[in-house]
Nanobody, 121 residues
Framework: VQLQASGGGLVQAGGSLRLSCAAS????????VAWFRQAPGKEREFLSS????????YYGGSVKGRFTSSRDNAKNTVYLQMNNLKVEDTAVYYC???????????????WGQGTLVTVSS
Protein backbone atom coordinates (compact mmCIF):
# COMPACT_ATOMS: atom_id res chain seq x y z
CA VAL A 1 0.00 0.00 0.00
CA GLN A 2 1.12 3.58 -0.65
CA LEU A 3 0.21 6.36 1.74
CA GLN A 4 0.03 10.04 0.84
CA ALA A 5 -0.22 12.72 3.48
CA SER A 6 -1.65 16.11 2.60
CA GLY A 7 -3.31 19.15 4.10
CA GLY A 8 -0.34 20.91 5.60
CA GLY A 9 0.24 24.61 5.27
CA LEU A 10 0.77 27.88 7.09
CA VAL A 11 -1.58 28.74 9.95
CA GLN A 12 -1.54 31.22 12.79
CA ALA A 13 -1.24 30.10 16.37
CA GLY A 14 -4.63 29.13 17.74
CA GLY A 15 -5.84 28.04 14.32
CA SER A 16 -6.78 24.63 12.96
CA LEU A 17 -5.79 22.31 10.14
CA ARG A 18 -6.97 18.90 9.02
CA LEU A 19 -4.44 16.51 7.57
CA SER A 20 -5.37 13.59 5.36
CA CYS A 21 -3.61 10.30 4.77
CA ALA A 22 -4.92 8.68 1.61
CA ALA A 23 -4.07 5.08 0.81
CA SER A 24 -3.75 3.59 -2.65
CA UNK A 25 -5.85 0.63 -1.55
CA UNK A 26 -7.56 -0.75 1.53
CA UNK A 27 -5.10 0.14 4.28
CA UNK A 28 -5.23 -3.08 6.24
CA UNK A 29 -7.44 -5.51 8.09
CA UNK A 30 -4.82 -5.79 10.80
CA UNK A 31 -2.71 -2.65 11.16
CA UNK A 32 -3.59 0.67 12.66
CA VAL A 33 -2.62 4.03 11.20
CA ALA A 34 -0.50 6.44 13.16
CA TRP A 35 0.56 10.04 12.81
CA PHE A 36 4.06 11.21 13.61
CA ARG A 37 5.83 14.50 13.22
CA GLN A 38 9.40 15.63 12.96
CA ALA A 39 10.64 19.12 13.67
CA PRO A 40 14.05 20.29 12.41
CA GLY A 41 16.82 18.81 14.49
CA LYS A 42 14.47 16.62 16.52
CA GLU A 43 13.51 12.98 16.54
CA ARG A 44 10.31 11.77 14.94
CA GLU A 45 7.54 12.03 17.53
CA PHE A 46 4.52 9.78 17.89
CA LEU A 47 1.20 11.66 17.87
CA SER A 48 -1.70 9.28 17.49
CA SER A 49 -2.85 5.82 16.48
CA UNK A 50 -6.25 4.66 15.28
CA UNK A 51 -7.47 1.09 14.91
CA UNK A 52 -8.75 -0.52 11.72
CA UNK A 53 -12.36 0.08 12.65
CA UNK A 54 -11.71 3.56 13.99
CA UNK A 55 -13.36 2.64 17.27
CA UNK A 56 -10.20 3.18 19.34
CA UNK A 57 -7.65 5.95 19.31
CA TYR A 58 -4.52 6.63 21.33
CA TYR A 59 -2.63 9.91 21.59
CA GLY A 60 0.77 11.11 22.60
CA GLY A 61 0.88 13.44 25.56
CA SER A 62 1.90 16.58 23.71
CA VAL A 63 -1.22 16.65 21.51
CA LYS A 64 -3.83 14.93 23.63
CA GLY A 65 -6.95 17.06 23.84
CA ARG A 66 -6.00 19.19 20.81
CA PHE A 67 -5.60 16.63 18.01
CA THR A 68 -8.18 14.06 16.92
CA SER A 69 -7.66 11.16 14.56
CA SER A 70 -10.47 9.61 12.54
CA ARG A 71 -10.81 7.41 9.49
CA ASP A 72 -13.13 6.79 6.58
CA ASN A 73 -12.52 3.26 5.39
CA ALA A 74 -14.81 3.73 2.41
CA LYS A 75 -12.32 6.33 1.18
CA ASN A 76 -9.21 4.53 2.49
CA THR A 77 -8.34 7.75 4.30
CA VAL A 78 -7.27 8.65 7.81
CA TYR A 79 -7.50 12.19 9.14
CA LEU A 80 -5.79 14.23 11.82
CA GLN A 81 -7.78 17.22 13.00
CA MET A 82 -5.47 19.68 14.71
CA ASN A 83 -6.97 22.45 16.83
CA ASN A 84 -5.47 25.23 18.92
CA LEU A 85 -2.19 24.95 17.07
CA LYS A 86 0.96 26.26 18.69
CA VAL A 87 4.23 27.48 17.24
CA GLU A 88 5.90 24.36 18.61
CA ASP A 89 3.60 22.21 16.45
CA THR A 90 5.61 23.31 13.42
CA ALA A 91 6.98 20.15 11.79
CA VAL A 92 6.67 17.73 8.93
CA TYR A 93 3.78 15.38 9.64
CA TYR A 94 3.79 11.76 8.53
CA CYS A 95 1.23 8.98 8.50
CA UNK A 96 2.25 5.36 8.78
CA UNK A 97 0.79 1.87 8.99
CA UNK A 98 1.71 -0.37 11.89
CA UNK A 99 0.66 -1.94 15.19
CA UNK A 100 -1.87 -0.06 17.27
CA UNK A 101 -0.28 2.25 19.88
CA UNK A 102 3.26 1.39 18.82
CA UNK A 103 5.81 4.19 19.14
CA UNK A 104 8.60 2.18 17.52
CA UNK A 105 9.36 3.50 14.05
CA UNK A 106 10.81 0.13 13.02
CA UNK A 107 7.41 -1.52 13.46
CA UNK A 108 5.78 0.59 10.76
CA UNK A 109 5.81 -0.95 7.28
CA UNK A 110 4.42 1.88 5.18
CA TRP A 111 4.97 5.64 5.43
CA GLY A 112 3.49 8.66 3.72
CA GLN A 113 5.86 11.25 2.27
CA GLY A 114 5.10 13.92 4.86
CA THR A 115 3.32 17.24 4.78
CA LEU A 116 4.71 20.45 6.27
CA VAL A 117 2.77 22.33 8.92
CA THR A 118 4.03 25.78 9.86
CA VAL A 119 2.44 27.65 12.75
CA SER A 120 3.21 31.34 13.01
CA SER A 121 2.96 33.48 16.12
Amino acid sequence: VQLQASGGGLVQAGGSLRLSCAASERISDVYAVAWFRQAPGKEREFLSSITVSGSSTYYGGSVKGRFTSSRDNAKNTVYLQMNNLKVEDTAVYYCARGPYRSRRLSEYNAWGQGTLVTVSS
